[in-house]
């Protein structure tokens, strides 16, 4: 499959054209059947600059549910068996879709709320301010092994877990494409930041994103951006050739280090026992849990044994003990002394992983 390009045309009939499991992660922003009843004006008669393209509209929901339906059926197919796909949609459509989306076998991982900072006001004040969209992340089926960047999302959340709930604003001043006249170039562009977490999040470098309703091409500008390959799919000759003109501005970034970062999951397993092996840890050195409330020694086989209470076994099983906690993490629970100064276990286990790989470059 050639990547890296837009198709012009119907999204189904060339969703159907391309290979089978051949993309890894989806992102589709598609028609949002918003059902706008006449103009939308400003308390000061201005016309808001609403979507009222014909791509937007159809006769009923039945017939909305039944393209939504087609496409995402259709989406499946290319889909890898490990790979995910993220839809964003309004209330006036994401029920529906996620609905289709669990009919169809998609096992749903997460519904992030993205909260804008800046959205558009209610002019007529009869209702809320409709200031969040919804994406929804759902892997190929619920046996999937896919794509989830833990530890890259920890980072760019200040080293604090991410949450469900993304607040950035929509896009506009500098990022919005415009026409020759000054105009919104595409009425839903999407801003990068938005594809950025989510294609950081669930994509590793190399890897194709399909964006079956490319419009003006952010799916595809991220991508390449973040040394992902894209496939784009868009009905309009228009918008197609502005996402073509925007993507081929785009440098990307090519050296994998600073492109992504190593999840702890999939770091070669090391057992404890391997640094007592190595001399990393000598038997008997003592070792202790956070502000040294509590304490053991290293064993010759790898185990661990209480110095107060005689407890046995693994790090993890005797952290927990010790604790009178259900589990513990041993790697991060234990330290050892290095000239007064407390040193997680970890630090060797890094060491040993270090070495690992630098034996396999070697090979």
């Known amino acids: 499959m050639k990547t890296n390009t837009i198709h012009v045309g119907d999204c189904l009939d060339i969703l159907n054209a391309l290979p089978e499991?051949?993309?890894?992660m989806v992102f589709a922003d598609p028609p949002y059947n918003l059902q706008l009843g006449g103009d939308l004006t400003r308390p000061d008669n201005s016309r808001v600059d609403a979507v009222d393209d014909d791509w937007d509209k159809f006769e009923s929901f039945r017939s909305y549910d039944e393209f939504s339906w087609r496409w995402l059926r259709a989406v499946r197919r290319v889909l890898k068996d490990n790979g995910t796909i993220w839809v964003i949609g309004s209330y006036h459509n994401i029920y529906r879709v996620g609905s289709l989306l669990q009919d169809l076998n998609y096992w749903m991982l997460n519904d992030v709320i993205w909260r804008k900072s800046n959205p558009m006001p209610n002019f007529r004040g009869r209702r809320f301010t409709n200031a969040h969209e919804t994406l929804l992340w759902a892997a190929k089926g619920k046996e999937s092994k896919y794509t989830f960047n833990y530890e890259s999302m920890k980072a760019l959340n200040e080293d604090v877990q991410m949450r469900s709930d993304w607040w950035m604003p929509i896009c506009n001043g500098g990022e919005r494409i415009k026409d020759k006249d000054g105009n919104k170039a595409h009425p839903t562009q999407k801003p990068e930041a938005l594809l950025y977490r989510v294609i950081m999040a669930s994509t590793k470098p190399g890897d194709v994103v399909l964006d079956p309703f490319f419009g003006s091409g952010t799916t595809g500008a991220v991508a390449k951006r973040l040394g992902r390959q894209y496939v784009g799919i868009e009905q309009n000759e228009g918008y197609a050739q502005i996402a073509e003109e925007r993507i081929t501005k785009v440098q990307p970034l090519e050296d994998v280090n600073v492109l992504q970062t190593p999840q702890k999951r999939e770091q070669p397993r090391v057992a404890f026992g391997s640094l007592v092996e190595r001399g990393l840890l000598e038997p008997g050195t003592v070792l202790y849990?956070?502000?040294?409330?509590?304490?053991?020694?290293v064993r010759a086989d790898g185990t661990l044994i209480g110095i107060e209470d005689k407890?046995?076994?693994?790090i993890h099983k005797v952290g927990a003990t010790l604790q009178g906690a259900s589990a513990c993490n041993g790697w991060s629970f234990w330290h050892f002394d290095r000239e007064g100064e407390p040193v997680s276990i970890d630090v060797l286990r890094q060491k040993v992983r270090e070495e690992m790989a630098a034996s396999a470059k070697a090979q």
Do not use: I, M, R, Y
């Open 311 to 314: 407890v046995q076994g693994s």
């Open 21 to 24: 499991k051949s993309v890894d």
């Open 289 to 297: 849990g956070p502000k040294k409330k509590f304490s053991a020694k």
